[in-house]
């Protein structure tokens, strides 16, 4: 399975930054052998999808309705037309800003699907979570609550991001990664069969060029969520070499 490695833009980004996307589009297109995606804040979407040859762009969030009375949400009807083809779901700092549930993530995966477009199904524990020895049943719960019904491996991808790493420098053990990946593949087929093999699972949370190699190689870890390190191409390029050189 190809690697996966997806930037996360969150709230920064402004016209002027779209350099650094053209500059990972060249690097990108020299590694076919690298899936490569950014998630840039909805108002470069469109923009940003005229600069990209070769990289996927998409949106960090969707409502889950097509349209109607929602001030302020953007639909994946939107998305899709500003030449978005997927979108991030479940993100923590959504889970916990917006309160958003696992029963909503999985709407919105779905609202997604409806529209041809491709979900990225965010699941990580708190650190006290982490800390209570139940984080491998946690996150796998959140997983089986948040898949939408008929996922498939055509329209579904998983990142599990523990939220304790995200944006700290801190990441759990590489055992500790595998053990988590293992178990949400074995709840993914447990879920939908055979093709759960399929469906790419990607680490997020203070990915960069230092540990992509370590992480990339675990069981199970299909790809990158990466912050942070994806906001300039200096920093997101080494990661994409990374996965690059584990998929001659
Ligand atoms: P980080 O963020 O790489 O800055 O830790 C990851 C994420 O939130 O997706």
Not at 75 to 101: L, N, W
Not at 179 to 206: C, E, F, P, T, W
């Amino acid at each position: 399975m190809k690697k996966y490695i997806m930037g996360n833009w969150k709230m920064h980004g402004l016209t002027e930054d779209l350099v650094e996307l053209r500059e990972i589009d060249n690097f990108s297109k020299e590694n076919a052998n690298v899936d490569v995606a950014i998630a840039p804040p909805f108002t470069l979407i469109n923009a940003a999808a005229q600069h990209c040859e070769t990289i996927a762009i998409g949106a960090q969030d969707c409502h889950i309705s097509e349209s109607g009375a929602h001030t302020g949400c953007i639909s994946a009807a939107m998305i899709r037309k500003s030449g978005g083809s997927f979108a991030i779901v479940g993100h923590s700092e959504r889970r916990k800003d917006q309160f958003e549930k696992n029963l909503e993530i999985s709407s919105k995966a779905a609202a997604l699907h409806k529209q041809g477009m491709h979900a990225i199904i965010c699941v990580g524990e708190t650190l006290a979570e982490r800390d209570s020895g139940c984080a491998e049943e946690i996150v796998t719960g959140m997983l089986a609550a948040s898949l939408p019904r008929k996922a498939s491996s055509d329209w579904v991808t998983v990142a599990y991001e523990p939220v304790w790493a995200i944006g700290t420098g801190r990441i759990p053990q590489m055992e500790e990664i595998a053990r988590m990946h293992n178990q949400l593949r074995a709840l993914l087929v447990k879920k939908i069969g055979d093709d759960g093999h399929n469906i790419r699972i990607l680490y997020g949370g203070s990915v960069k060029g230092e540990n992509a190699l370590d992480i990339l190689s675990q069981d199970n870890v299909g790809g990158a969520l990466v912050g942070g390190a994806s906001l300039t191409a200096q920093k997101f390029i080494p990661i994409i070499k990374a996965a690059a050189e584990l998929n001659p």
